[in-house]
């Protein structure tokens, strides 16, 4: 409750506040509206910060180190910079490019090893293009074409299990077409009668490859997707 009301009474410019006597162990005293500013930016930008360091692939980063060196530039004291403002961008363009091409070396080997044991489990058939399927329910309606549109329910998970997107958690199907899809969505749609749930587990190649896709499909990623086909869609 007391920080609360030092940050209350810090923020009140109108009615000149800003002689407040808040301080305790830890906390800095905000006597000016520049005060409150420097306090309100650090801490808007400090939470931000936070958040996207730990997005950053790799190794955890030193939150020491950081600071000491976003302290320098902070200030201007560029003497005892160990790296020139170049370098550190180059740097870091190579650090990232290094990582990635490891995780994407990692997942690549993980997926091939995971596809290879799936493929051996009772009631999992492998095509020839490496898509891997397994019948949960099969129905009994016609089986989509490529030019046809189709209504699914689906969910779809990284091989660890997390996952990705998901119709069912929406609470709405999803109408597409076959063709719009990825190659191992348009081949899988056509081999399930209507009234069908499948689990597919569908390669890289057959997905989105080496580019990976949004925040958590990464480069050459397994992706495993639990779908039910609903209905033919008639335009």
């Given at each position: 409750?007391?920080?609360?009301?030092?940050?209350?009474?810090?923020?009140?410019?109108?009615?000149?506040?800003?002689?407040?006597?808040?301080?305790?162990?830890?906390?800095?005293?905000?006597?000016?509206?520049?005060?409150?500013?420097?306090?309100?930016?650090?801490?808007l930008?400090?939470?931000?910060?936070?958040?996207?360091?730990?997005?950053?692939?790799?190794?955890?980063?030193?939150?020491?180190?950081?600071?000491?060196?976003?302290?320098?530039?902070?200030?201007?004291?560029?003497?005892?910079?160990?790296?020139?403002?170049?370098?550190?961008?180059?740097?870091?363009?190579?650090?990232?490019?290094?990582?990635?091409?490891?995780?994407?070396e990692k997942?690549?080997?993980?997926?091939?090893?995971?596809?290879?044991?799936?493929?051996a489990?009772?009631?999992?058939?492998?095509?020839?293009?490496?898509?891997?399927?397994?019948?949960?329910?099969?129905?009994?309606?016609?089986?989509?074409?490529?030019?046809?549109?189709?209504?699914?329910?689906?969910?779809?998970?990284?091989?660890?299990?997390?996952?990705?997107?998901?119709?069912?958690?929406?609470?709405?199907?999803?109408?597409?077409?076959?063709?719009?899809?990825?190659k191992?969505?348009?081949?899988?749609?056509?081999?399930?009668?209507?009234?069908?749930?499948?689990?597919?587990?569908?390669?890289?190649?057959?997905?989105?490859?080496?580019?990976?896709?949004?925040?958590?499909?990464?480069?050459?990623?397994?992706?495993?997707?639990?779908?039910?086909?609903?209905?033919?869609?008639?335009?």
């Amino acid at each position: 409750m007391k920080k609360v009301v030092c940050l209350l009474m810090s923020a009140g410019v109108a009615t000149g506040l800003f002689a407040s006597s808040c301080q305790s162990k830890g906390h800095v005293v905000l006597k000016t509206g520049a005060d409150s500013a420097s306090y309100a930016i650090g801490l808007l930008n400090g939470g931000g910060f936070r958040q996207n360091l730990s997005t950053v692939p790799g190794d955890p980063l030193s939150t020491e180190i950081l600071l000491k060196a976003f302290s320098m530039a902070l200030n201007g004291d560029s003497t005892h910079f160990q790296m020139t403002v170049e370098e550190a961008q180059s740097f870091m363009q190579a650090y990232f490019t290094a990582i990635q091409e490891h995780e994407a070396e990692k997942a690549k080997s993980e997926g091939t090893k995971f596809l290879e044991e799936n493929k051996a489990k009772a009631g999992v058939i492998t095509t020839e293009s490496g898509l891997q399927y397994q019948v949960i329910t099969e129905g009994t309606g016609n089986k989509p074409t490529e030019s046809d549109r189709v209504k699914v329910h689906y969910t779809g998970t990284l091989i660890d299990g997390t996952v990705f997107d998901s119709s069912v958690d929406r609470g709405e199907p999803a109408t597409f077409g076959v063709n719009q899809v990825i190659k191992g969505w348009t081949e899988g749609l056509q081999i399930m009668p209507v009234g069908s749930k499948y689990i597919f587990w569908i390669p890289s190649e057959l997905a989105y490859g080496e580019r990976g896709a949004g925040q958590n499909i990464k480069p050459n990623s397994v992706l495993k997707f639990e779908v039910e086909l609903l209905e033919i869609v008639k335009e």
